[in-house]
């Protein structure tokens, strides 16, 4: 009898069954490899925009100007306007101007800088004139805080009152 079920399994291999039974083994199946290095990246990547969109990391204010009058004149005159408020209000905050890069897309028109501090930590009060679709833009930023500091809260209530007193509530629109 072992020589008879010899011969058949000698049969079934030349046929091809162990051949078929080895390529639907479960233990010769392709192993997943991990790259740990991505891994972690991931996961930091994913922890760091997990704490800036969860910890409000700046407090902006933004104010923009819409030409009211006719033609280019009125626009022209309400730029002058414009810069000589912003260049007053970081003279009165005691504001350093940043020089301009020619790469500034973001403060074409100026850029000032002073230190505030909020719960006793120092930080950053920027202030920044820019062009936007539809006039001037102001904006006020109090960086790395949740709340206003002294001077950036004192900052950005002033910048809006001189605003409305100067070119109306109806060409000061709050962002």
């Known amino acids: 009898m072992s020589g008879a079920r010899s011969d058949a399994y000698q049969a079934l291999e030349a046929g091809g069954a162990r ?28 922890c760091v925009a997990v704490l800036v969109t969860g910890c409000d990391p700046a407090r902006i204010a933004r104010f923009g100007i819409v030409p ?20 007053a209000f ?49 904006r006020v930023v109090e960086g790395i805080t949740s709340r206003w500091g002294p001077k950036g809260d004192s900052l950005r209530l002033a910048l809006g009152d001189t605003l409305r007193a100067r070119f109306g509530n109806a060409a000061v629109v709050t962002e």
Not at 19 to 46: C, E, H, V, W
Not at 97 to 121: H, M, N, Q, S, T
């Open 68 to 87: 009211t009058g006719a033609g280019p004149r009125a626009d022209s005159l309400q730029m002058g306007d414009a810069l000589g408020i912003a260049q």
């Open 19 to 46: 051949r078929i039974l080895n390529d639907y083994s479960f233990t010769s199946a392709p192993q997943l490899k991990r790259d740990p290095l991505r891994g972690r990246m991931r996961s930091l990547l994913l």
């Open 90 to 138: 970081a003279q009165r905050y005691q504001m350093t101007l940043f020089p301009l890069f020619p790469a500034d897309d973001e403060c074409p028109i100026g850029r000032y800088f002073v230190p505030d501090v909020v719960r006793g930590k120092k930080v950053g009060l920027n202030f920044c004139v820019r062009p936007s679709k539809t006039g001037i833009q102001f």
